[in-house]
């Protein structure tokens, strides 16, 4: 069974950091592509970031780029996502997502995540 373990969630002022990481288990990490979505109360699931299985292609969501950068080890089955100069409207509760066979054009979709961890809250306050 895999299991993916998100930490490092908490409240952090207007233009802090933070480090959330993700641990995988049960699976066979190597194979995965990883990415973070993100939820507020009454919307749907947004997609943040993505890391192909090797680490060399990466995708972000237009309003993060240059400020988030996501990362992997596969040696630790963990992937990261570095949060930096935070805003107010990053506030979510942050998820990570695994999924295998994964095309360029699929990273980005919720649906073609087949494994979620429990989700971390980051609150930005202004």
């Known amino acids: 069974q895999v299991q993916l373990v998100e930490s490092g969630g908490g409240l952090v002022q207007a233009g802090g950091s933070l480090k959330l990481s993700c641990v995988v288990s049960?699976?066979?990490?190597?194979?995965?592509?990883m990415a973070w979505f993100r939820q507020t109360p009454g919307k749907e699931r947004e997609f943040v970031a993505a890391i192909r299985e090797r680490g060399g292609t990466t995708s972000y969501l237009d309003s993060v780029k240059g400020r988030f950068t996501i990362s992997r080890d596969n040696a630790r089955t963990s992937a990261y996502l570095h949060l930096n100069n935070l805003k107010p409207e990053d506030t979510a509760v942050y998820y990570c997502a695994a999924g295998s066979r994964m095309i360029l054009s699929s990273l980005r979709r919720a649906d073609q995540y087949a494994y979620w961890g429990q989700g971390t809250q980051v609150t930005v306050s202004s």
């Open positions: 049960g699976g066979a990490f190597g194979t995965y592509a």
